[in-house]
C-alpha cells in the first residue's frame, strides 16, 4: 500500500504566541509522520484580518495532491479564519484534530484547543463535510488509531476511483444478488467494471514454453493427494495464461469468472487452480460466478487493508456459530501449512482438482457490500474464526473431501446477523478493521449494518 498523503494547516488565535503555535503544529506533524503518512504542510494560520495567512495556505496547498486535510487547531481561533481555508477543500475527507494543553509545575496549561474544535465542529457538518473529529488528552498519547483509521480510509477512497474490475461473462447460474449496476458503482464508490467474453480466453494462442513453467511451478509450490492426469495442469496452466493476457492488457485489480454456465458446463473445467493461480502469482482479487458485488468488496478490503480480501460461502447456520467454506478454492496468503490439491469428482465433472487445504483461523471481520436502488449497503460483522467440525459437502465421490472452511462464532447472535445477510460469498479479513471499514463508508457514503 502506498503511504497516505495529508494536507495539513495549524490554526491558532492572532494573540496567541506565534512560536507555541508552530511548535504545537510541528508536533502535531511530527506525529503523522510517525504512521508513516507524506504530510504537506503550510505555515500556520491566525485570525488576522486581511487573511493574508489563510490565503497563502490555500495557495500552498492547491499546488499538491493529497488524500485528506488536517485541521490542526492547537488553540481557541474564531471559526471564520478556518472555514476561510477549509471551504475550498470542501470536495476532500477533513480530520479535525484537537490538540492538548500540558503540564507545567503541577499545573495545566492550556491554549483552549477544544473551545476551537467545539466552535467548528457543527460549522462543519453543517457546511456539509465529509469529516472526523479527534482530540488528545492532556499527558495521554495521541489518538493515532482513530487518526490513521480515517487516513487510511481516505486514501482508499481515492484509491478506488482508478479501479477495474474484469468480469468473464454476466450473471452466472442467472444469480440476482451478484452482477451490478455499473453506472451506480461507478458513480458511488468510483470502480470501473469491463466485461468481456469466455470465447476470447479459449482461443488465445498461448506458448508451449510458458505452459510447461506454470505446470512445474504447480507441482513445485502444490501438495497433491494422489496420482491424477498430468494434462489437468497443462489446461490450466493455459487458460490462467490466456486471463493473465487479459488482466495485464486491461489493468483489472479484480476478476470474477462465468464459473458454472461457463467453464465447468462449456469447457468442462472447474476453475479453482486458475483462481487460485491468478490470486497467488498476479496479487489481485478473485471470486467466482460473476460476483461483481463480491470483487468490490474485494477492493475495498483490500485496499484498506493490505490484505487478500478471500471469498467464503455460508453453509449452516447453528445457535452460536456459522459455517463458512469455498467448493473450489483459497488463495495461498490464508493457507495454514502446505497448500493441498484432491483430484476429486463431483457429479458430472470429473477434471477437477479442489483445494483442500487448512485456512488459517483467529479474529475475522466478514463483509458484504449490497446493492439497492442504485445505492450502497455493507453488511459487516466480527467474529473467532475456528477450525470446523468434521464435514461434507453432498456430491464429492466417497470419501467427501473436508473443504477448505472455518467456523465463525460471531459477536452478535446468529438470528441477528443472519436477519441483514444478502448474499451466499462473504469477503473476510483477520482482525477486526471494523474502524477502517465504517470511516471508509463514511467517505464513500455508505450505510452500514
Given at each position: 500500500?502506498?503511504?497516505?498523503?495529508?494536507?495539513?494547516?495549524?490554526?491558532?488565535?492572532?494573540?496567541?504566541?506565534?512560536?507555541?503555535?508552530?511548535?504545537?503544529?510541528?508536533?502535531?506533524?511530527?506525529?503523522?509522520?510517525?504512521?508513516?503518512?507524506?504530510?504537506?504542510?503550510?505555515?500556520?494560520?491566525?485570525?488576522?484580518?486581511?487573511?493574508?495567512?489563510?490565503?497563502?495556505?490555500?495557495?500552498?496547498?492547491k499546488n499538491k495532491d493529497f488524500d485528506l486535510l488536517v485541521v490542526?487547531?492547537?488553540?481557541?481561533?474564531?471559526?471564520?479564519?478556518?472555514?476561510?481555508?477549509?471551504?475550498?477543500?470542501?470536495?476532500?475527507?477533513?480530520?479535525?484534530?484537537?490538540?492538548?494543553?500540558?503540564?507545567?509545575?503541577?499545573?495545566?496549561?492550556?491554549?483552549?484547543?477544544?473551545?476551537?474544535?467545539?466552535?467548528?465542529?457543527?460549522?462543519?457538518?453543517?457546511?456539509?463535510?465529509?469529516?472526523?473529529?479527534?482530540?488528545?488528552?492532556?499527558?495521554?498519547?495521541?489518538?493515532?488509531?482513530?487518526?490513521?483509521?480515517?487516513?487510511?480510509?481516505?486514501?482508499?477512497?481515492?484509491?478506488?476511483?482508478?479501479?477495474?474490475?474484469?468480469?468473464?461473462?454476466?450473471?452466472?447460474?442467472?444469480?440476482?444478488?451478484?452482477?451490478?449496476?455499473?453506472?451506480?458503482?461507478?458513480?458511488?464508490?468510483?470502480?470501473?467494471?469491463?466485461?468481456?467474453?469466455?470465447?476470447?480466453?479459449?482461443?488465445?494462442?498461448?506458448?508451449?514454453?510458458?505452459?510447461?513453467?506454470?505446470?512445474?511451478?504447480?507441482?513445485?509450490?502444490?501438495?497433491?493427494?494422489?496420482?491424477?492426469?498430468?494434462?489437468?495442469?497443462?489446461?490450466?496452466?493455459?487458460?490462467y495464461l490466456s486471463l493473465k493476457k487479459k488482466i495485464q492488457e486491461?489493468?483489472?485489480?479484480?476478476?470474477?469468472?462465468?464459473?458454472?454456465?461457463?467453464?465447468?458446463?462449456?469447457?468442462?473445467?472447474?476453475?479453482?487452480?486458475?483462481?487460485?493461480?491468478?490470486?497467488?502469482?498476479?496479487?489481485?482479487?478473485?471470486?467466482?460466478?460473476?460476483?461483481?458485488?463480491?470483487?468490490?468488496?474485494?477492493?475495498?478490503?483490500?485496499?484498506?487493508?493490505?490484505?487478500?480480501?478471500?471469498?467464503?460461502?455460508?453453509?449452516?447456520?447453528?445457535?452460536?456459530?456459522?459455517?463458512?467454506?469455498?467448493?473450489?478454492?483459497?488463495?495461498?496468503?490464508?493457507?495454514?501449512?502446505?497448500?493441498?490439491?484432491?483430484?476429486?469428482?463431483?457429479?458430472?465433472?470429473?477434471?477437477?482438482?479442489?483445494?483442500?487445504?487448512?485456512?488459517?483461523?483467529?479474529?475475522?471481520?466478514?463483509?458484504?457490500?449490497?446493492?439497492?436502488?442504485?445505492?450502497?449497503?455493507?453488511?459487516?460483522?466480527?467474529?473467532?474464526?475456528?477450525?470446523?467440525?468434521?464435514?461434507?459437502?453432498?456430491?464429492?465421490?466417497?470419501?467427501?473431501?473436508?473443504?477448505?472452511?472455518?467456523?465463525?462464532?460471531?459477536?452478535?447472535?446468529?438470528?441477528?446477523?443472519?436477519?441483514?445477510?444478502?448474499?451466499?460469498?462473504?469477503?473476510?479479513?483477520?482482525?477486526?478493521?471494523?474502524?477502517?471499514?465504517?470511516?471508509?463508508?463514511?467517505?464513500?457514503?455508505?450505510?452500514?449494518?
Amino acid at each position: 500500500m502506498r503511504a497516505v498523503k495529508a494536507g495539513f494547516v495549524g490554526f491558532g488565535e492572532i494573540n496567541t504566541p506565534r512560536d507555541v503555535v508552530d511548535q504545537l503544529s510541528a508536533n502535531a506533524v511530527s506525529e503523522l509522520e510517525k504512521l508513516g503518512w507524506e504530510v504537506y504542510a503550510t505555515e500556520t494560520v491566525s485570525d488576522e484580518a486581511t487573511y493574508s495567512e489563510a490565503d497563502r495556505a490555500i495557495k500552498d496547498l492547491k499546488n499538491k495532491d493529497f488524500d485528506l486535510l488536517v485541521v490542526c487547531v492547537t488553540g481557541w481561533i474564531p471559526t471564520h479564519a478556518v472555514i476561510r481555508v477549509t471551504d475550498k477543500f470542501r470536495h476532500i475527507p477533513m480530520l479535525l484534530w484537537g490538540l492538548t494543553g500540558w503540564m507545567e509545575e503541577g499545573r495545566l496549561v492550556t491554549t483552549a484547543p477544544q473551545a476551537g474544535t467545539s466552535a467548528l465542529r457543527q460549522v462543519m457538518q453543517g457546511l456539509g463535510y465529509c469529516f472526523r473529529y479527534v482530540f488528545s488528552k492532556v499527558d495521554e498519547p495521541v489518538p493515532a488509531k482513530a487518526i490513521n483509521a480515517f487516513g487510511q480510509a481516505a486514501r482508499t477512497a481515492v484509491e478506488l476511483r482508478d479501479m477495474r474490475i474484469g468480469s468473464m461473462g454476466y450473471r452466472d447460474m442467472l444469480l440476482y444478488g451478484t452482477p451490478a449496476d455499473i453506472l451506480a458503482l461507478r458513480r458511488e464508490i468510483g470502480i470501473e467494471v469491463e466485461c468481456f467474453e469466455m470465447l476470447e480466453m479459449v482461443r488465445t494462442p498461448i506458448d508451449k514454453k510458458d505452459v510447461d513453467e506454470i505446470v512445474d511451478y504447480c507441482l513445485k509450490n502444490w501438495t497433491f493427494e494422489k496420482e491424477f492426469d498430468h494434462e489437468i495442469l497443462a489446461q490450466g496452466a493455459r487458460y490462467y495464461l490466456s486471463l493473465k493476457k487479459k488482466i495485464q492488457e486491461r489493468g483489472f485489480d479484480a476478476i470474477t469468472l462465468l464459473d458454472v454456465d461457463g467453464m465447468k458446463k462449456l469447457e468442462s473445467f472447474p476453475p479453482a487452480m486458475v483462481f487460485m493461480l491468478i490470486a497467488d502469482l498476479l496479487k489481485i482479487c478473485t471470486i467466482p460466478e460473476n460476483d461483481i458485488i463480491g470483487n468490490a468488496t474485494q477492493l475495498m478490503v483490500k485496499t484498506l487493508t493490505g490484505q487478500i480480501a478471500h471469498y467464503m460461502e455460508f453453509y449452516e447456520y447453528f445457535d452460536e456459530t456459522v459455517l463458512i467454506g469455498v467448493p473450489d478454492f483459497v488463495p495461498g496468503a490464508v493457507v495454514e501449512g502446505d497448500i493441498r490439491l484432491l483430484p476429486a469428482k463431483f457429479g458430472l465433472l470429473s477434471a477437477s482438482l479442489l483445494n483442500t487445504s487448512k485456512v488459517k483461523d483467529g479474529p475475522v471481520t466478514l463483509m458484504r457490500l449490497i446493492e439497492d436502488h442504485g445505492r450502497y449497503t455493507l453488511h459487516m460483522a466480527r467474529g473467532e474464526a475456528m477450525q470446523p467440525r468434521p464435514w461434507e459437502e453432498y456430491g464429492w465421490d466417497r470419501p467427501a473431501p473436508q473443504l477448505p472452511s472455518l467456523e465463525v462464532k460471531l459477536e452478535e447472535p446468529v438470528n441477528s446477523f443472519v436477519d441483514k445477510i444478502a448474499s451466499q460469498h462473504t469477503i473476510i479479513a483477520y482482525g477486526d478493521v471494523t474502524e477502517e471499514m465504517t470511516q471508509l463508508c463514511k467517505i464513500l457514503k455508505i450505510r452500514m449494518i
